[in-house]
Nanobody, 122 residues
Framework: QVQLVESGGGSVQAGGSLRLSCAAFGYTYSIYCMDWFRQAPGKEREGVAAIDSDGSTSYAESVKGRFTISQDNAKSTLYLQMNSLKPEDTAMYYC????????????????WGQGTQVTVSS
């Protein structure tokens, strides 16, 4: 079992920045991929950024150049630095993990946090 706890969400004006954190507890040795997904009201959950145990990262086209995913060496904390935020980034952001290759398919992920809300006003 892996427990995930997100923090760092909030309200910010367009162009601003936020840094999300996700603390992982439990069997963290089993984690291979850690990912951030987001879900806006009335929309499907979508992958935002992912990082695997080798440090390889992937980003959705909509956030490339603005968001940066990172993790600490122990893989116990995942981060998402979000710069140049836009109103369309408004969503609930979720941290998630799985024990094999990263993908944008949310159904392949084993564990999810409770989410942290990000609201960007114009």
């Amino acid at each position: 079992q892996v427990q995930l706890v997100e923090s760092g969400g909030g309200s910010v004006q367009a162009g601003g920045s936020l840094r999300l954190s996700c603390a992982a507890f439990g069997y963290t040795y089993s984690i291979y991929c850690m990912d951030w997904f987001r879900q806006a009201p009335g929309k499907e959950r979508e992958g935002v950024a992912a990082i695997d145990s080798d440090g390889s990262t992937s980003y959705a086209e909509s956030v490339k150049g603005r968001f940066t995913i990172s993790q600490d060496n122990a893989k116990s904390t995942l981060y998402l630095q979000m710069n140049s935020l836009k109103p369309e980034d408004t969503a609930m952001y979720y941290c998630t993990t799985k024990s094999f290759g990263c993908s944008w398919d949310s159904q392949t992920y084993n564990y999810w946090g409770q989410g942290t809300q990000v609201t960007v006003s114009s």
